[in-house]
């Protein structure tokens, strides 16, 4: 009976970590590559290797996650909704206490649901590329003259100059857009910030 305890509470492990590690290599990707958010050269390198893995980590993680969360769902010990066991004997009740994992059957039932819920969405957003939702490349850029434009003194830029024709990018503008394509002078560019 302690052997199968002990099994349990192993397969319990496993199915959090490789639920965590689904989840993760979504997640941890998403939080540090975003626009207007600081980023480290190394935080944005782990961020890019893990973006690079996810399809297939994530994929891995999800079928053994699922595959645990069978086995912790179908789990037929006896008695495992019962909080202890009673024994009888010479008149006197004892109790042998049990571990969560096999007593809490609803809750464990519900636990191992919701975790499946966020697995499945991880493993199916690591597939989509979700930067062009945080990304929004400008569809036409419209342009102001200088005289006409209300822009601070201080107000860093981006310019463009090509024969005769020049254009200025504005960085607050380019920060949260990133990309801007544009025609300069009849030539088809992309201006990235």
Known sequence: MQAASDRRGLLWILFAVCA??????FFIPAIVIQPFKHQTARGLAIAMALRQHAPWGT???ALVSLGLALILWRD???DESVRGAVI????????TRRKW?????PWRRIAIGLVMVFVVFATVMARLNY???MFHPVPGAQFESEAASKLDQ???????RLGGDARA??????AYHHIVNDVVNSVPICVTY
């Open 59 to 61: 994929l891995l993680a």
């Open 169 to 174: 990018y504005p960085i607050s503008e380019m």
């Open 88 to 95: 009888w004997a010479n008149i006197r009740v004892y109790t």
């Open 131 to 133: 930067f062009e939702w």
């Open 20 to 25: 965590l590690t689904a989840i993760a290599l």
């Open 76 to 78: 037929r010990t006896r």
């Open 154 to 160: 201080s107000e860093m830029i981006l310019a463009v």
């Open 101 to 105: 994992w096999a007593t809490a059957k």
